[in-house]
């Protein structure tokens, strides 16, 4: 069974930048691979992907900023997040899918589709 692991969670002054990691247990070129997060009494939203094709898509709010990133030799996906806005506060999760789906999908299909990883926050004060 594929591990994913996350890293690179902090706090960041409005404006500033972080780096996200993503360690994948097996060849991350099997899998579908994206960046999800969840805030105080919200629901889990997709950020960004990379599809079985290595397209990325974002959502609407992080294009821009935002930029995700594979390396097949070291089986990690990496977000790079600039210009951060407090709206951007919330755990961050990475997530691996042998069937790949569109990420806006995902979470239609329950809490045991796809691998998971533990999550790191991301804080963002103004």
């Known amino acids: 069974q594929v591990e994913v692991v996350e890293s690179g969670g902090g706090s960041v002054q409005a404006g500033g930048s972080l780096r996200l990691s993503c360690s994948v247990s097996r060849d991350i070129g099997r899998y579908c691979m994206g960046w999800f997060r969840q805030s105080q009494g919200r629901e889990r939203e997709p950020v960004a992907g990379?599809?079985?094709?290595?397209?990325?898509s974002y959502v609407d709010s992080v294009k821009g900023r935002f930029t995700i990133s594979v390396d097949n030799a070291k089986n990690t996906l990496d977000l790079q997040m600039n210009s951060l806005k407090p709206e951007d506060t919330a755990m961050y999760y990475c997530?691996?899918?042998?069937?790949?789906?569109?990420?806006?999908?995902?979470?239609?299909?329950?809490?045991?589709?796809?691998?998971w990883g533990q999550g790191t926050q991301v804080t963002v004060s103004s």
């Open positions: 990379v599809d079985a094709h290595g397209a990325a």
């Open positions: 997530a691996a899918f042998l069937v790949c789906v569109r990420m806006e999908d995902v979470s239609r299909l329950g809490p045991d589709f796809g691998t």
